[in-house]
């Protein structure tokens, strides 16, 4: 579930790596492993990311907030998103199991959402944001929402 607000209490490193691993140990297409990833807890550049787009906003009170990018080359290039996609994924549901609350704002493909961000982490040119996801322990309680739909299952036997 999408956590938006956060106690200002650091995330440990432990935790962080323990993310970025189950982040990287997402499928891909190829094995291409697209990703690179940024860790942000310079409260100024955090602020920055913050007004990104106008869906952004809670970034700024996130202790730590990881940004996704995706190589510009690659064996199967237009599985980039894809990719990319699996391996947020991975990352949000680790800091569910570590207690953390995280919520995935997207990026890519907008392009000028794409070019603010790579001004503000000064990306190589073969780098591009797909991401912001702020992450942090969080200071508001969620229920997970049940959204199994059986209309929308279809058996084949």
């Known amino acids: 579930m999408s956590i938006r607000k956060y106690q200002d209490k650091e995330v440990d490193q432990e935790k962080i790596e323990k993310l970025l691993r189950a982040a990287m140990a997402a499928p891909s297409a190829h094995n291409q492993q697209p990703w690179e990833y940024y860790v942000v807890s310079d409260k ?6 913050s007004q990104a787009s106008p869906y952004t906003k809670c970034a700024k009170d996130a202790p730590v907030v990881f940004v996704p990018c995706y190589r510009s080359e690659g064996a199967a290039p237009e599985y980039f998103h894809i990719d990319m996609s699996a391996s947020v994924e991975n990352l949000l549901l680790e800091a569910d199991e570590l207690g953390l609350g995280a919520v995935w704002m997207g990026i890519a493909p907008g392009t000028d959402r794409m070019e603010t961000v790579r001004k503000i982490l000064n990306l190589p040119e073969n780098l591009n944001a797909f991401a912001i996801v702020p992450c942090g322990y969080p200071a508001e309680e969620r229920k997970q929402q049940d959204r199994y739909e059986e209309s ?3 058996y084949i036997r």
């Open 152 to 154: 929308r299952v279809h």
């Open 44 to 49: 100024n550049i955090i602020e920055q990311l």
